[in-house]
Every structure is written in structure tokens, then in C-alpha cells.
């Protein structure tokens, strides 16, 4: 903003990890004079508080959008860039179109509107971000809950797709959903395939 750009969205995305589910990203325009107290990295804030930071994001911001990229996608792609897309679509989507944009991690997304700079952990150093960061980290996690309603037997609503031991025995008790797992990742993959790392 002292450099003459206004407005500055932040881009953060949440998901990368986990077995199933999409990928979701979210880019928030904060209001300067409207900013929640308590704002930090996802991964660092309580649940209670994350739910409570969210919907004050939301009603206080100049501009909230979400994005999501699909586990099909992701196999079809590679879960780096399934994120780096879906950070671009939801900063398209914001109804105040930003100046200027801040990406956590090492790459700028290709394709956005505006200039923007990585900044590495930057959901702990940007508001912007860390406010994108509980945005999207909420709403992937709510999407994981809902499908939990429909397909009850392996545990969404307490894991939302991550690697552990539940999500692991229920896989091999039932097998994995497609379009819902990602077949790209370990464990699913198989051959020469299966002794490589996921990202």
C-alpha cells in the first residue's frame, strides 16, 4: 500500500496434505481500519477460534472469495499446482478486484489480474494472509463435514481427509472413493510409483 497499491488481497489456500478431498483456497481483501483481533496462521489457532475469526473475516472485509480444486484435479495435475490454481480463481472471483496480491509460500499463481509476491510463511507475517488462511482452512473443513453425512464410514468429520489411522483402516476396510481420494497419492498409487514422497 505505501508503494500506491491499493486494494492488497491476500491468497492462502488449505489442503494440500490430506488423502481426499479438494484443495481449497481463499483471497481476502482486509478493510485497514476493520481488522479482526487475533488473526494468524490456520494451523495455529484453535478451532473455536478459527470458526469465530472466520465469520468476522467475512463481516468485516472489503472482499472475501473462495476457490476449490477437486482430487481429480489433482491427479490429473499435482497438488502444487491444483493450490497455485485455485488461488487464482478465487482471487478472479473477488467482487472488488485487487491491485496487488500476497501469496503464502515460494510461487506467485500464473495467470492472476494483478502483480503480486510470494511470501514465504507468509500467513504468519501478513494479516491478509492469515486471514485467507482461516477462510479457507474453515471452509475445506466444513466441506469434509458435509460429505461425512453422506458417506459416514470413514470418519471425514473428524480427520477431513488427512492421514491418520481411522482414515487409513477405513480405506482398507472399504477402499478408496474415486473422485474423492486422491489416486495420486500414497497409498494409492502402485509399481514404481508407490516409493515416491506426496507433496
Do not use: W
Amino acid at each position: 500500500m505505501r508503494d500506491g497499491y491499493a486494494p492488497v488481497a491476500g491468497l492462502d489456500e488449505a489442503g494440500r496434505g490430506p488423502l481426499a478431498g479438494p484443495v481449497v483456497a481463499a483471497a481476502v481483501i482486509l478493510d485497514p481500519n476493520r481488522i479482526p483481533e487475533g488473526l494468524n496462521d490456520s494451523k495455529l489457532v484453535q478451532p473455536p477460534q478459527r470458526e469465530a475469526l472466520f465469520e468476522a473475516v467475512f463481516q468485516t472485509a472489503l472482499a472475501v472469495s473462495v476457490a476449490s480444486t477437486s482430487a481429480t484435479s489433482i491427479d490429473v495435475s499435482d497438488i502444487r499446482l491444483a493450490s497455485l490454481e485455485a488461488m487464482r480463481r478465487a482471487l478472479t472471483g473477488l467482487c472488488v478486484p485487487a491491485a496487488f496480491a500476497l501469496a503464502d509460500g515460494r510461487d506467485i499463481p500464473p495467470g492472476l489480474p494483478c502483480p503480486a509476491r510470494a511470501v514465504v510463511k507468509g500467513d504468519q507475517r501478513c494479516l491478509s494472509i492469515a486471514a485467507a488462511s482461516i477462510v479457507a482452512k474453515v471452509t475445506r473443513d466444513r466441506m469434509m463435514v458435509r460429505t461425512a453425512r453422506v458417506i459416514p464410514h470413514y470418519g471425514f468429520e473428524t480427520h477431513v481427509g488427512y492421514a491418520t489411522e481411522r482414515h487409513r483402516a477405513a480405506i482398507d476396510a472399504h477402499g478408496p472413493i474415486l473422485r474423492l481420494h486422491r489416486m495420486s497419492f500414497a497409498p494409492f498409487r502402485t509399481g514404481a510409483e508407490a516409493g515416491m514422497e506426496t507433496e
